[in-house]
């Protein structure tokens, strides 16, 4: 027995040795063939991806800190704007008098015929302003003016109840505020009429519905006029990508100060080309005030009907190669009036600043205070004059009223192409074009329609839009009455009073 026993464990003793020796050569060999595979293989390790020379890495770190403080110092104060809008439409007359009803559950319309539903957006918006525990946000009006219900998410997804303070269409601002206990960042507004072009320059808000992004570019141009979307602001042009959601989000400048709010972008795709728009800060700071002392912004008013020329024009009425605005027509009994400013008048300055065009002395003038003066600097005649008118508040009631409206029509020159339009001989006529007649108006009054020439004003020849202006300034004081030339026919209007 025992002797089996011995044989039995000489026998596992054999075994075992022939199984590790087994496993030895065959990691042996394995290692020699992971060698072998390592000869090829390069290890990540910490040494630079580029050869870059230390000067240069270090302006690059440089830019990249500075990058980060802007992000880091202003995304705290950008906030999303959430908003539901409640809209009405029409059912009475859907598909031809089907019930809107049958198939869509709105809730009971049988009262008026109309159905309320609701609409969800957001944007961005920026605060602005503390006091005590209310926050005050800027944004757009397109954002969050028509809303019913605002909800004012912050950086770190906290969300509050947010209420519409004022809001202003012409600027497309509005003001948000909200009630929060704790300490938060209020953003820091920069000065925007030192914004030149190359400046770099960071959008932030919520592109997309993308919270807290930040996109970085350069001013790509200043005094952008936004007549195509009906906004009197002058907008900076930026490249750095703004999308849907960016509107209400603030524009920055390198030193993390608010230089603009971003609004608009010029897209045949709807989404960001580097054609982005934002109005300039400058234009808004007082509306904020205004906002949050009355609700809503209240614009000066001068009276005036302003318009932009051409340089023909301009050469007719004796301003060639001048900048500024065209006094088309005056409101009779308005500021304007009461301070010495006629139709024919180019305004060149107002308070001692040029006039650069139409949309910068409409902005201008809507931004002086009611009951402050101003001083407008025209020329008339050929001449330089200063006029002092006291500003009065905007009524859109009173600027609807065309019976105000002195002369009533624009005068055009007669130029040798109108006058073969309308088959007159070179020295047949001369005079001026009447367009535009404005209804209920002393032109209106008198039966003048567009197309006809004026070839007198009370009894006295005119011989062109420069002597038009300047006999209507010094005979038409109590009454007018013009000598026309019609299809061929010279007529004289009836007297309109003053």
């Known amino acids: 027995?025992?002797?089996?026993?011995?044989?039995?464990?000489?026998?596992?003793?054999?075994?075992?040795?022939?199984?590790?020796?087994?496993?030895?050569?065959?990691?042996?060999?394995?290692?020699?063939?992971?060698?072998?595979?390592?000869?090829?293989?390069?290890?990540?390790?910490n040494s630079p991806a580029v050869s870059m020379p230390e000067d240069a890495l270090a302006v690059v770190e440089a830019l990249q800190s500075a990058f980060r403080s802007v992000s880091s110092e202003v995304l705290p104060s950008v906030v999303e704007i959430d908003i539901v809008e409640t809209k009405t439409v029409d059912t009475s007359n859907f598909m031809n008098g089907f019930p809107f009803n049958y198939f869509f559950n709105y809730g009971d319309d049988s009262s008026n015929g109309t159905q309320e539903y609701k609409q969800s957006g957001l944007g961005s918006g920026v605060i602005v302003r503390k006091d005590k525990n209310t926050y005050y946000v800027l944004t757009n009006h397109h954002v969050a003016g028509s809303a019913s219900e605002i909800t004012v998410k912050l950086y770190d997804n906290r969300e509050f109840e947010?209420?519409?303070?004022?809001?202003?269409?012409?600027?497309?601002?509005?003001?948000?505020?909200?009630?929060?206990?704790?300490?938060?960042?209020?953003?820091?507004?920069?000065?925007?009429?030192?914004?030149?072009?190359g400046d770099i320059c960071f959008a932030m808000g919520t592109p997309m519905g993308y919270a807290s992004s930040v996109t970085q570019g350069i001013v790509s141009a200043t005094g952008r006029t936004g007549s195509t979307i009906g906004n009197i602001s002058d907008f900076i042009q930026t490249d750095a990508a703004i999308n849907q959601g960016n509107s209400g989000g603030p524009l920055v400048n390198i030193y993390g100060e608010i230089i603009g709010i971003n609004t608009w972008i010029a897209s045949s795709s709807g989404g960001s080309q580097g054609l982005g728009f934002s109005i300039p800060i400058n234009n808004i700071k007082k509306a904020i005030d205004a906002f949050i002392q009355d609700g809503k912004v209240t614009y000066g008013w001068m009276g005036v009907s302003l318009v932009e020329i051409t340089e023909q024009y301009k050469e007719a009425l004796g301003v060639k190669g001048q900048k500024g605005a065209?006094?088309?027509?005056?409101?009779?009994?308005?500021?304007?009036?009461?301070?010495?400013?006629?139709?024919?008048?180019?305004?060149?300055?107002?308070?001692?600043?040029?006039?650069?065009?139409?949309?910068?002395l409409v902005r201008d003038v809507g931004d002086l205070t009611v009951g402050e003066s101003a001083v407008f600097e025209v020329i008339r005649d050929g001449?330089?004059?200063?006029?002092?008118?006291?500003?009065?508040?905007r009524s859109e009631e009173v600027i609807a009223d065309s019976s105000k409206q002195w002369p009533g029509f624009v005068a055009l020159p007669l130029t040798d192409d109108m006058k073969k339009d309308l088959g007159l001989k070179d020295n047949q006529i001369e005079g001026v074009v009447v367009s535009s007649v404005q209804s209920k108006s002393p032109a209106a009054a008198l039966s003048l329609q567009s197309g006809d020439i004026i070839i007198a004003v009370n009894d006295t020849e005119i011989s062109g839009i420069?002597?038009?202006?300047?006999?209507?300034?010094?005979?038409?004081?109590?009454?007018?009455?013009?000598?026309?030339?019609?299809?061929?026919?010279?007529?004289?209007?009836?007297?309109?009073?003053f």
């Open 1 to 45: 027995m025992k002797s089996k026993k011995t044989l039995t464990k000489f026998a596992l003793m054999i075994l075992g040795v022939f199984c590790a020796s087994f496993f030895l050569f065959s990691f042996s060999c394995s290692s020699e063939k992971t060698a072998a595979k390592l000869k090829n293989t390069v290890f990540a390790d």
């Open 162 to 197: 947010g209420t519409l303070v004022g809001s202003d269409d012409r600027k497309d601002i509005a003001l948000v505020s909200f009630e929060c206990t704790e300490d938060l960042p209020v953003a820091k507004l920069g000065d925007s009429d030192t914004v030149q072009i």
């Open 466 to 497: 420069e002597d038009f202006y300047s006999v209507l300034g010094e005979k038409a004081t109590k009454e007018v009455w013009y000598d026309i030339y019609r299809n061929g026919m010279k007529m004289s209007t009836l007297k309109y009073k």
């Open 383 to 393: 001449k330089n004059l200063s006029l002092t008118c006291v500003i009065e508040s």
């Open 326 to 360: 065209f006094a088309s027509q005056v409101f009779i009994g308005s500021p304007a009036a009461k301070g010495g400013l006629k139709p024919g008048d180019f305004v060149v300055g107002l308070n001692g600043k040029a006039v650069k065009d139409v949309d910068q």
